[in-house]
T-cell receptor, first 111, second 114 residues
Framework: GQQVMQIPQYQHVQEGEDFTTYCNSS?????IQWYKQRPGGHPVFLIQ?????EVKKQKRLTFQFGEAKKNSSLHITATQTTDVGTYFC???????????FGSGTRLQVQP | DSGVTQTPKHLITATGQRVTLRCSPR?????VYWYQQSLDQGLQFLIQ???????AKGNILERFSAQQFPDLHSELNLSSLELGDSALYFC?????????????FGNGTRLTVT
């Protein structure tokens, strides 16, 4: 079945440093979604990318969808303590007809 | 606030027991999805209901079952509980049946099996 992998599993940065998480799918995706889960919270939808090579920005967050639509990245510029949490990518699994989530990248920001 | 309501927030029970988790979707949403989140398994899709009918099935054990009622709320029933069933159970909803739509998650139910 489809697999969605994320790296790194964990990253600890100093406040103000940049952060990037990478997502790779074993199959071509029709779209990719990103979610953020704060400690003790629930996943919250951030963005959906649909087009090959698409780049979208949300303030300090930049999301990219690869040309082959099999990988994606989330880059945070100048991290803040409010960025702490786990970031998940998710892609549709046409076999299961459901969204498959990556294992997530846990971001810790040292003030 | 996502608009998705899950009860209870916490549940502590013993092995072999049966529990029911409840979810009310956002107003107007017809699809309900159940996900299990454990430390070593991440977010695992269990099952989806759309307008009362089962739409898709994932890694749901035979000991688990779900249903969606005419008022669109959903219940996840877990029986013959084992220690390994301890996890966070999330419900999410979307307006339509498409699994390409962004999910709106509830706050989850934390199940502890002792």
């Amino acid at each position: 079945g489809q697999q969605v992998m994320q790296i790194p599993q964990y990253q600890h940065v100093q406040e103000g440093e940049d952060f990037t998480t990478y997502c790779n799918s074993s199959t071509t995706l029709s779209n990719i979604q990103w979610y953020k889960q704060r400690p003790g919270g629930h996943p919250v939808f951030l963005i959906q990318l649909v087009k090959s090579g698409e780049v979208k920005k949300q303030k300090r967050l930049t999301f990219q969808f690869g040309e082959a639509k099999k990988n994606s990245s989330l880059h945070i510029t100048a991290t803040q303590t409010t960025d702490v949490g786990t970031y998940f990518c998710a892609g549709p699994d046409t076999g299961r007809r459901a969204l498959t989530f990556g294992s997530g990248t846990r971001l810790q920001v040292q003030p | 606030d996502s608009g998705v309501t899950q009860t209870p927030k916490h549940l502590i029970t013993a092995t072999g027991q049966r529990v029911t988790l409840r979810c009310s979707p956002r107003s107007g949403d017809l699809s309900v999805y159940w996900y299990q989140q454990s430390l070593d398994q991440g977010l695992q899709f269990l099952i989806q209901y759309y307008n009362g009918e089962e739409r898709a099935k994932g890694n749901i054990l035979e000991r688990f079952s779900a249903q969606q009622f005419p008022d669109l709320h959903s219940e996840l029933n877990l029986s013959s509980l084992e220690l390994g069933d301890s996890a966070l159970y999330f419900c999410a909803s979307t307006p339509g049946s498409s699994y390409n739509s962004p999910l709106h998650f509830g706050n989850g139910t934390r199940l502890t099996v002792t």
